[in-house]
């Protein structure tokens, strides 16, 4: 492949490397080009240019290989040129390989999935001109001495039938193993990986929890059986009695319970009545007496019986003798 500009000073060796960079190579001694010759510029269109070749070669309908590719991506292209062929003394491009690094997901002989970053062959062309001249397996051996890979170990993307009997003729490689995208992996490919059994899911999820938390789990506590509850006794009558006077007499600050009934007032105005009937039957007796009847033999009279002892709690009269009553019926205190 020709172009109006010198290839053979602008690649110095016959086979040359370029990266996402483009950058011309170092210049052979004794060699001068114009200052105004913008040699990246020359790289780029050479590149262009194999793509078009290469892909019109492949019936595809758009290069897969262009400057604004490589610039791009993290890919490596070699370009192998013709030094004896000097037309008006220019040179001439013979074809070039563009390779690179990608992540995969791919299938192996047990139908396992696995994620692998193998270097993959993206474009391979040589010119039709040139074909079956030994030019493609010469630029290809290259490849993998720079790139220190086997044959077996690398991934094809969409390859021709071209460069599937190019790899079994020279390279021996036949058996591919079945993908699901359109990269090919020959048998072979996870050899030099030294894969253990594959585990299965469960297993994997185990050993991944172990490793974010390797300390072990700690034994569950028992904890004691439960107590029988017994039968629930019920209060007493005398101890209802205590809580209801209690509850109806005392507050807890001392004082008596507005709300509850004046039982002490009540026995003061019982006692001040029986006084009252006590005299009236005194005096009676005495009108009888004067009146000349003769008095009956009676029991002499009696001193009135002293008033109840009572004491004052907050402002009411309370009658000792009902207080005395509870504490002798009190067997518990319920507080």
């Not at 002293?306 to 004052?312: D, H, L, M, V």
Request: glycine share 6%; proline share 9%; net charge positive.
């Amino acid at each position: 492949m020709e172009f109006p500009f010198d290839v053979d000073a602008l690649f110095p060796e016959r086979i040359t490397v370029l990266d996402q960079h483009l950058r011309p190579p170092a210049r052979r001694p004794g060699t001068t080009t114009p200052a105004r010759v913008d040699l990246q510029q020359q790289i780029m269109t050479i590149i262009d240019e194999l793509g078009k070749a290469s892909a019109k070669a492949q019936n595809l309908s758009a290069p897969i290989t262009s400057a604004s590719r490589m610039q791009s991506n993290r890919h490596v292209v070699y370009i192998l040129k013709d030094s004896s062929a000097r037309p008006a003394g220019k040179g001439a491009i013979i074809g070039f390989i563009k390779v690179g690094y990608k992540k995969l997901f791919v299938l192996d002989d047990r139908e396992a999935h696995n994620e692998v970053e193998p270097l993959c062959i993206l474009d391979f062309y040589i010119h039709e001109s040139v074909q079956r001249h030994g030019h493609g397996r010469e630029l290809f051996q290259y490849m993998l001495q720079k790139e220190r890979v086997e044959p077996h170990q690398l991934a094809i993307d969409r390859p021709s039938q071209k460069l599937l009997k190019f790899l079994n003729k020279h390279y021996n490689l036949e058996t591919t193993v079945p993908q699901v995208n359109n990269f090919v992996i020959f048998e072979g490919f996870f050899a030099h990986q030294h894969r253990p059994p594959a585990p299965s899911l469960r297993a994997t999820r185990h050993s991944r929890a172990a490793a974010v938390d390797p300390t072990p789990a700690a034994p569950a506590r028992k904890l004691p059986p439960k107590r029988a509850e017994g039968d629930i006794k019920p209060y007493s009558s005398s101890d209802r009695e205590c809580l209801v006077a209690q509850s109806c007499c005392y507050s807890r600050h001392g004082g008596v319970n507005s709300s509850s009934p004046n039982t002490g007032n009540q026995d003061s105005k019982q006692g001040e009545q029986e006084t009252k009937n006590r005299s009236a039957s005194e005096e009676q007796a005495l009108s009888q007496d004067g009146s000349g009847e003769k008095p009956m033999h009676t029991a002499p009279p009696q001193a009135p019986a002293p008033p109840a002892q009572s004491w004052t709690v907050g402002g009411d009269i309370l009658n000792a003798r009902f207080i005395r009553n509870l504490q002798e019926r009190r067997s518990t205190r319920p507080w």
